[in-house]
């Protein structure tokens, strides 16, 4: 349902964006996130977002700002000033409920991923 884009290779300092586009049912009212799996490390919250609020994790506040629009079924993921330690996997996932969390268990759905590499 879920399928991410936007990925790729970028120099660090750098910017990227990231969609999330659901294919199927509207999302209108879920709270959705985005998480992240760095090479050899565990998966790893990033950001998340409701009808009412986002919010995104220490590691990447200031630098990564995430955005919702109901009208196009989509979610994004604003990445500035990329560092080397942002070069992960990037997930979109889905949660059929109107509050966000920040723990990957809690989502129901989810998007393939879409690699970011980020060069020093």
């Known amino acids: 349902q879920l399928e991410e884009s936007g990925g790729g290779v970028v120099q660090a300092g750098g910017s990227l964006r990231l969609s999330c586009a659901n294919s199927?049912?509207?999302?209108?009212?879920?709270?959705m996130a985005w998480f992240r799996r760095p090479p050899g490390k565990e998966r790893e919250f990033v950001a998340a977002?409701?009808?009412?609020?986002?919010t995104t994790a220490q590691s990447v506040k200031e630098r990564f700002t995430v955005s919702r629009d109901n009208a196009k079924n989509s979610i994004y993921l604003q990445m500035n000033s990329l560092k080397s330690e942002d070069t992960a996997v990037y997930f979109c996932?889905?949660?059929?409920?109107?509050?966000?969390?920040?723990?990957?268990?809690?989502?129901?759905?989810w998007g393939q991923g879409t690699q970011v590499t980020v060069s020093s």
């Open positions: 996932a889905g949660r059929r409920a109107r509050y966000y969390s920040t723990r990957a268990e809690d989502y129901d759905y």
């Open positions: 199927g049912n509207a999302f209108k009212n879920d709270a």
């Open positions: 977002i409701s009808l009412t609020g986002s």
